[in-house]
């Protein structure tokens, strides 16, 4: 490859940036199911030609697909090689494996080679969450599920396109998988168009810059995100830090499942070392490696924000899971709760962290998407799945209080809006609130968690799946900060409210036309020792109904004054 001066790279960089943003808008304005198109629960990038690794990713998707999407693209790299095959243009593989491809089996990739005069130059793949790929659950969030074929239908990376002949087959196989084919039609049309708007837009780029000079500007990006990884290492102080928190259980069985990370930085290079972590489980919060290894880069995206989102960033840095682990389940493990492992890992690396490098990160946060699924048959007899994720409290950081009724940091998903899910299902909420009081305290406190009540408006009722996480164990503070409140579900029964005996998970809730659902959701940790925090800002927070007097007194020794 050519030199390229920095100018241009910086030009091809942002093109190529825009054109992975492109192809998110494309799907997001496309998809049919509210999870993608409100939610963002999608990603698209360009990939290497060899290795699969990571080149550009889009900024509007989740950051767990940048690591996990170079695995994805990796498996199917590998099964042309084992098949001996040279892809052509025009071909496309489609599949939700995710012990192959990472996180869970509603993520469905398709993968496609990018060709310049016929020589196969990258590949881009699109990832986005569908609705319902069947399983034992709507929505397919089963807590109780011991494989995956409790969870959902399972497709290998298979051929959807030869030489741009889409074999209707494999769509009528997988559209007879779920209770849903109208949305899971259309989220699948929805991303064939991103990666053709994807085609078009590389093969203009090529037209304008050339191969070689597009090649040369990935090679240089990789490289200066490497740079960059080993300056900021380097910055750090040496040493070994180590952190744990847990999982309230693993929806089988109610036994805390333990997480732990040692942090050790020598230079320009650290290892995160998961060792003491729990072993596979019988229920779906394992996790398979591309999972974990992509959680790794999470993290260090989180506590460096400038870094570019290529793979040359995760090059001086080992990320160890032991075998045998829930964080590197094999086929065919649940894997179905990822989302609850994949946020502890978060918790435990950042509270590690926070010991080298106090000023550089946040104290935990709200740690559960609570997955919640209503289902049933509207009186014509179609099905309905109402599938979402709600918000939380983010932890406080050196700088600021936390974040109120925030996204998961997974992602840049938003969370849907009320008036769309109540437009698309028979519900109803009651209530849409913030949560007084969940905030752990600190010299900056924790965000607000939310509370969320949902009526069932179906005259036939719905049944009802819950998949949470933070309902024994709080979300921690950091540099002296305190906890943030825990998760609490309850729901309506004809004798009154009730909670479920796995306090963060459930199946099967039967809920009668007029009954509810109820969410209280964790707020975020403390940062820093309550005794700092400015009375100013506590005052603030008791005249906006935050804090409570008597919690503030408790907490910080306020008194209210009076004139």
């Not at 209080?401 to 009320?418: C, E, R, Y």
Request: hydrophobic content about 40%.
């Amino acid at each position: 490859m050519s030199e390229i001066d920095p100018i241009t790279l910086a030009v091809l960089a942002g093109r190529m940036e825009q054109i992975a943003d492109e192809m998110d808008a494309t799907l997001f304005r496309s998809a049919f199911n509210p999870i993608i198109a409100e939610a963002h629960d999608a990603s698209h990038g360009l990939y290497h030609a060899e290795t699969g690794d990571t080149l550009v990713q889009g900024k509007s998707g989740l950051p767990i697909f940048v690591g996990v999407m170079s695995f994805a693209v990796r498996a199917v790299i590998d099964k042309v090689r084992e098949r001996g095959e040279t892809p052509q243009p025009g071909d496309i593989w489609i599949f939700n494996d995710a012990h192959l491809g990472g996180t869970h089996l509603n993520d469905m990739r398709l993968v496609t080679p990018c060709f310049r005069d016929g020589a196969l130059f990258c590949w881009l793949a699109s990832v986005g969450h569908w609705h319902d790929l069947g399983g034992g659950a709507p929505g397919n969030y089963n807590p109780a599920a011991k494989d995956v074929f409790q969870e959902a239908f399972v497709l290998p990376p298979v051929k959807l396109a030869r030489a741009g002949e889409i074999d209707q087959g494999v769509i009528d196989i997988i559209l007879r998988n779920t209770r849903l084919p109208q949305s899971a039609e259309g989220d699948l049309n929805g991303q064939l168009g991103a990666l053709d708007l994807g085609q078009k837009r590389m093969a203009a780029l090529f037209d304008e810059y050339g191969a070689e000079t597009v090649g040369a500007a990935l090679d240089a990006l990789s490289g200066r995100a490497e740079t960059l990884m080993r300056a900021e290492l380097e910055a750090l102080p040496d040493g070994r830090w180590e952190a744990e928190d847990f999982l309230d259980n693993d929806g089988i069985t109610d036994v805390d499942l333990p997480i732990r990370v040692a942090l050790e930085i020598r230079g320009d290079t650290a290892v995160l070392d998961f060792e003491g972590t729990a072993p596979r489980c019988a229920g779906p919060v394992n996790i398979a490696l591309p999972t974990a290894v992509a959680t790794a880069y999470v993290v260090i995206k989180h506590i460096f924000p400038m870094l570019p989102a290529n793979a040359g960033v995760m090059r001086p840095i080992e990320v160890k899971i032991p075998e045998g682990s829930l964080l590197a389940a094999e086929f065919p493990a649940p894997v179905g709760g990822y989302t609850e492992t994949i946020l502890r890992m978060i918790d435990v690396i950042f509270a590690a962290a926070a010991q080298a490098a106090p000023g550089m990160v946040v104290a935990n946060a709200y740690g559960t998407i609570n997955a919640l699924s209503i289902a049933g048959r509207k009186s014509d007899g179609s099905p309905w799945v109402m599938f979402s994720f709600y918000g939380g409290g983010h932890g406080g950081s050196s700088t600021s209080d936390g974040l109120s009724h925030g996204s998961a940091p997974i992602s840049t998903a938003t969370i849907p809006p009320m008036e769309i899910l109540e437009a698309a299902y028979p519900v109803m909420f009651r209530s849409w609130a913030l949560r007084p009081g969940s905030g752990g305290a600190g010299a900056h406190r924790g965000g607000m968690g939310a509370i969320y009540e949902i009526e069932v408006l179906e005259e036939n009722g719905a049944e009802v799946f819950l998949f949470g996480e933070r309902g024994k164990h709080a979300p921690k503070g950091v540099n002296g900060g305190g906890e943030g409140a825990r998760n609490v579900f309850s729901y309506e029964t004809g004798e009154g409210w009730a909670r479920p005996p796995m306090v963060s998970k459930m199946r099967g809730i039967t809920l009668a036309q007029g009954q509810a659902v109820r969410l209280e959701t964790p707020g975020g940790g403390g940062y820093g020792a309550p005794g700092d925090r400015a009375r100013e800002a506590i005052a603030r927070d008791v005249s906006r109904g935050l804090v409570s007097q008597n919690d503030a007194a408790r907490d910080y020794g306020w008194q209210e004054t009076r004139s």
